[in-house]
């Protein structure tokens, strides 16, 4: 019988009992088992010994990953709060310097993937802030830790595999993987199974090497959303003006329509010029409400969220992009005093909206869809803008004053 299944063979119980210890919500004191069971897993999955062992007989269970994968926020991130922390002058300026620095690069990557280099210096930018923090949190670890946490053992176990994979192929050392808590790594913050499956060689050594190859780094970035299927001379979307009285109904990445027929509507560009007449499907998004900027959005808008599920992230990578290229500031910034609700203030918010006939769903203290829905068809009845966002207005008309940030 090979080494490997002998192994794996032998290892199988410390597989069984890392599942029953997983189930019962594993433990440090479970840890050993767990990894035992997870070599037995690499080598079931052709990594080899030399691999698996020199990367798992060193793993140490990381209490502060799990602490970070509990952290739930204390208050309600505002799209100003989350806008102006990324899309800072000091970012615009560098990603330009870089933009030009690495043009040659990125002209090639264009012609390869079709995405323009400012959306790739804008990723760059947004993930570890030009290469400046990549992360130093060991990977291995990291994933071990999780890998052997009963919330999200399935995927994290993949993840590890994935990551000695990596290590296995000899594009990166153990040693030389570090990166955010939840095993994100390199320039552009690759989970190792995007990295297994998109990272390529940009520079010609003969290795995939997110970590100290900016080459590597972004022509990987740029295969990765050919594959998420960026269109070629389409942009990210674009800051708009809605007219007054426009049905907030209609916002929202649910709604795509023609540029055309928004124009018909009587949204216009940020500075009160017709949209063009052309039939390039997108969507509105107010995501300050509607006293803050709109934004109409379009395909490549939902490539973006493939790499990120957040709609504050595409818009801050698009808007990031924009300036990059040379656009200037938004025409209508966010509004300033948008209130921060702690959990506890959406809690209430969800039970006030129960309580006065308008369906939020069982109160969880997340401010989801079917709270903004909710929020809309009261805000409507009172004589409110129906744009499903808490303002002040809002707020006071459910009797919900938010908890003063400390």
Known sequence: MPLALRRCARLLSATLLCAVGSAHGAAPEDFPACVEGLKARALAEGISPATADAVLDRVTWQDRV???????????????????????????????????????????????????????????????NFGSYLGKMPIPDALTTLACDPRRSRFFGGELMAALRIVDGGDVAAEAMEG????????????????LRHAVDGDGDGRRDLFGSIPDALTSAGRF?????WEPGLRWGREVRLPEGFDY??????????????????VTDAFGALLPEVDVPA????????????????????????????????????RLADRIAGAGRLAVPPPADAPRLARADVLALQQALNDAGFDAGEPDGILGPATRAALARFEGARGLVPDGHPDRGTLDALGVRPTPAS
């Open 66 to 128: 799990i602490e970070l994968d509990r952290r739930q926020p204390e208050f309600t991130r505002t799209f100003q709060d989350y806008y102006d922390a990324r899309v800072t002058e000091t970012r615009v300026e560098r990603g330009r310097a870089l933009l030009a620095e690495h043009r040659a690069l990125l002209e090639r990557i264009r012609r390869e993937s079709g995405v323009p280099g400012h959306y790739l210096v804008a990723f760059w930018g947004l993930e570890t």
């Open 283 to 318: 969507s509105i998004l107010v995501p300050a409400g509607h006293e803050g900027p709109a934004f109409a959005v379009y395909e490549n808008f939902d490539v973006i969220m493939g790499w990120n599920r957040s709609e504050f992230y595409a818009i801050a990578v698009g």
């Open 249 to 266: 109904a209609l916002a929202g990445r649910g709604e795509r329509r023609p540029l055309s027929a928004w124009r018909a509507l009587g």
């Open 180 to 195: 955010s808590w939840a095993g994100a790594m390199g320039h552009v913050q690759f989970m190792p199974s995007v990295y």
């Open 225 to 229: 959303l050919a594959g998420l299927g």
